[in-house]
């Protein structure tokens, strides 16, 4: 059965990207737990791109079929998973890269929506925060996906973000969605 296409992002409004995102169907790839068999000889580049046997994976359709399947493990790596085969995939830093956002609404009511490099859509909220790393010369923003795997937020999108930053209720500059807020200033 063929992937749906994915949504045009832009035209989508923000309560109808919350809807998608939380109507999205992954397999149950927490429940899968076939035994190691190898190594998928594939790898993800910290800029999102896909890899096989160093060659670039350049069909978007299988990307996000690869997608939908890929898992972090407790020790930190990562596993393409079936309910037959585990392979291991390389991830060098995260395995998705948030390429779109919309915001809408002002302090508490704001409200933040991505669209990955996967065409996966996102809301951060509590169970997705979006957190910074790395410093103040060179931050690193990241948004929790799903199942303890993050998307990096590409520097534009990073930069329409911080020009709508807000004071918190701690005093330091971040950005509200869906009641929680994410500061982007270190404590």
Request: charged share 25%; net charge negative; proline share 8%.
């Amino acid at each position: 059965m063929p992937m749906q296409p994915p949504a045009d992002f832009a035209s989508l409004s923000l309560a109808e990207v919350a809807r998608l995102a939380a109507e999205a169907k992954l397999p149950p790839v927490e429940r899968w737990n076939p035994t190691h068999c190898g190594d998928s000889e594939m790898r993800i580049a910290a800029d999102g791109s896909w890899y096989h046997q160093g060659s670039a994976i350049t069909r978007g359709e299988m990307v996000r079929l690869f997608s939908t399947i890929l898992r972090r493990e407790d020790d930190g790596s990562y596993v393409l998973v079936t309910p037959v085969e585990k392979l291991s995939i390389a991830v060098d830093d995260a395995p998705f890269v948030a390429v779109e956002a919309k915001l809408s609404g002002e302090g508490e009511q704001g409200r933040i929506a991505f669209r990955l490099n996967t065409d996966e859509l996102a809301v951060a909220d509590a169970d997705h925060p979006i957190r910074i790393e790395g410093s103040d010369a060179a931050p690193r923003p990241y948004l929790r996906v799903r199942g303890g795997m993050d998307a990096l937020i590409a520097r534009p999108v990073f930069y329409e973000l911080v020009e709508r930053l807000a004071t918190g209720p701690d005093g330091r500059r971040g950005l509200w969605s869906e009641g929680a807020f994410f500061p982007f200033e270190p404590a």
